[in-house]
C-alpha cells in the first residue's frame, strides 16, 4: 500500500486530469461518493440486464461516469467531499504480477485536501509484497507522468 497526498496548488491540474481529460478513462471504477448539498452515492456495478448480452464487465468505466460526475461537481462552490475508489481488472493486473486480482486506486478529497491510497486484491493469499511493490510502482509512475507532486505521509 502507498499513499500520497496532492499538494494544495497541483489539486486543480490533477482534478483537471481526473474531471476532463481521459487520462483515467480505462479505469473501472468500484463506488465513487460525492457530498454538495447532498450526498450522491454511486454503486458502480453494471445494471447487466439493462445491457443484455452486450457486457461481460461487471463495474463501469471511469470514461462512463465521468460526465456524470462532472454535472454533479461543477459550478462556483467546490464539492465537501469526494471519494473515488478506481482498479483495473483481473487481466489487466495480472499484467502487473502474476498473483493480482485487481489493483486499486482510491482517491479522497476532502476539506482542501487530496489523498491517494493504492491497494491490490490478490488470487491466492500470499504474504509476498512483490504485487504491491509492482501496483504501487505503477502509479508512482502514472502520477510522475501527470506532474503531481506525490507528498508521503
Given at each position: 500500500m502507498?499513499?500520497?497526498?496532492?499538494d494544495?496548488?497541483?489539486?486543480?491540474?490533477?482534478?483537471?486530469e481526473?474531471?476532463?481529460?481521459d487520462t483515467?478513462d480505462?479505469?473501472?471504477?468500484?463506488?465513487c461518493?460525492i457530498?454538495?448539498?447532498?450526498t450522491?452515492?454511486?454503486?458502480?456495478?453494471?445494471?447487466?440486464?439493462w445491457?443484455g448480452?452486450?457486457?461481460?464487465r461487471?463495474?463501469?468505466?471511469?470514461?462512463?461516469?465521468?460526465?456524470?460526475?462532472?454535472?454533479?461537481?461543477?459550478?462556483?462552490?467546490?464539492p465537501k467531499?469526494?471519494?473515488i475508489?478506481m482498479?483495473?481488472g483481473?487481466?489487466?493486473?495480472a499484467?502487473?504480477h502474476p498473483?493480482?486480482k485487481?489493483?486499486?486506486?482510491?482517491?479522497?478529497?476532502e476539506e482542501?485536501r487530496?489523498?491517494?491510497?493504492t491497494?491490490?486484491a490478490?488470487i491466492e493469499?500470499?504474504?509476498d509484497k512483490?504485487?504491491d511493490?509492482?501496483?504501487?510502482?505503477?502509479?508512482?509512475e502514472i502520477?510522475?507522468?501527470?506532474?503531481i507532486t506525490?507528498?508521503?505521509y
Amino acid at each position: 500500500m502507498y499513499s500520497f497526498y496532492i499538494d494544495t496548488d497541483e489539486i486543480r491540474s490533477f482534478m483537471n486530469e481526473l474531471i476532463k481529460k481521459d487520462t483515467f478513462d480505462k479505469f473501472e471504477v468500484r463506488s465513487c461518493d460525492i457530498t454538495t448539498f447532498v450526498t450522491y452515492n454511486i454503486d458502480c456495478r453494471l445494471n447487466r440486464e439493462w445491457y443484455g448480452s452486450d457486457t461481460t464487465r461487471f463495474f463501469c468505466k471511469w470514461e462512463e461516469l465521468r460526465p456524470y460526475v462532472y454535472n454533479i461537481i461543477k459550478g462556483s462552490k467546490k464539492p465537501k467531499s469526494m471519494k473515488i475508489v478506481m482498479a483495473i481488472g483481473e487481466k489487466a493486473a495480472a499484467k502487473i504480477h502474476p498473483n493480482g486480482k485487481a489493483c486499486f486506486i482510491n482517491i479522497v478529497f476532502e476539506e482542501e485536501r487530496v489523498a491517494v491510497v493504492t491497494g491490490t486484491a490478490q488470487i491466492e493469499f500470499s504474504l509476498d509484497k512483490s504485487l504491491d511493490a509492482a501496483w504501487d510502482d505503477k502509479v508512482k509512475e502514472i502520477f510522475k507522468k501527470l506532474g503531481i507532486t506525490q507528498n508521503t505521509y
